[in-house]
């Protein structure tokens, strides 16, 4: 059975369990986090009015945002990953059942041929003993009427010889032996 080629991973990116999509969503949320880190907003406006805040995001809460954003993203890279193997084992299945299939085709074929080729040697081996038959026939007719009419037309044809013609004087030479 013939197998299927594993698709190129040319255009897979995969590092430490992230693909493409997962690795940039990470590298996002990183920026976001050190954005947030080294800005100093002390205060935040919202309709004309102004909000103080004492200071900037704890240390450990954009941490914490960081690894959340790092799981989200490689439970989609792991999304996206199974999904491809998915995909990837039911072409291989697809493909292994097309190859079955043709391989059941060719046996069939085969099978066909084989049956085929068993008729025409029975049909040929049925012809030969027809003529063989046939030739029996001849012989016994042959030799019945040379029996029953001990001419000499009849003894040189119940001969074999004499009818050939390797052997012209078959019929005198009968008739001497039986008289």
Same mark, same amino acid.
């Given at each position: 059975?013939?197998?299927?080629?594993?698709?190129?991973?040319?255009?897979?990116?995969?590092?430490?369990?992230?693909?493409?999509?997962?690795?940039?969503?990470?590298?996002?949320?990183?920026?976001?986090?050190?954005?947030?880190?080294?800005?100093?907003?002390?205060?935040?406006?919202?309709?004309?009015?102004?909000?103080?805040?004492?200071?900037?995001?704890?240390?450990?809460?954009?941490?914490?945002?960081?690894?959340?954003?790092?799981?989200?993203?490689?439970?989609?890279? @792991?999304? =996206?990953?199974?999904? *491809?193997?998915? !995909?990837?084992? #039911? /072409?291989?299945? $697809?493909?292994? &059942? %097309?190859?079955?299939?043709?391989?059941? @085709?060719? =046996?069939?074929?085969? *099978?066909?041929? !084989?049956?085929? #080729? /068993?008729?025409? $040697?029975?049909? &040929? %081996?049925?012809?030969?003993?027809?003529?063989?038959?046939?030739?029996?026939?001849?012989?016994?007719?042959?030799?019945?009427?040379?029996?029953?009419?001990?001419?000499?037309?009849?003894?040189?044809?119940?001969?074999?010889?004499?009818?050939?013609?390797?052997?012209?004087?078959?019929?005198?030479?009968?008739?001497?032996?039986?008289?």
């Amino acid at each position: 059975m013939a197998e299927v080629a594993p698709e190129s991973n040319k255009g897979s990116f995969k590092l430490l369990g992230f693909d493409g999509q997962g690795g940039l969503q990470l590298i996002g949320g990183l920026v976001i986090g050190l954005i947030a880190l080294y800005s100093s907003y002390d205060h935040v406006k919202f309709f004309r009015s102004t909000i103080h805040l004492n200071q900037q995001w704890d240390v450990w809460l954009i941490v914490a945002s960081l690894a959340v954003v790092a799981i989200d993203a490689q439970l989609a890279s @792991r999304s =996206r990953l199974g999904e *491809e193997n998915r !995909r990837r084992e #039911e /072409a291989l299945a $697809r493909s292994r &059942e %097309a190859n079955d299939a043709a391989e059941e @085709r060719n =046996r069939a074929d085969s *099978e066909r041929n !084989r049956a085929a #080729e /068993a008729r025409e $040697r029975q049909a &040929e %081996a049925t012809k030969r003993q027809g003529q063989g038959i046939a030739l029996l026939r001849s012989a016994a007719l042959l030799s019945a009427r040379a029996q029953l009419d001990p001419s000499e037309l009849n003894l040189i044809g119940s001969t074999g010889a004499g009818v050939m013609g390797l052997y012209p004087g078959a019929g005198a030479e009968i008739r001497k032996r039986r008289n």
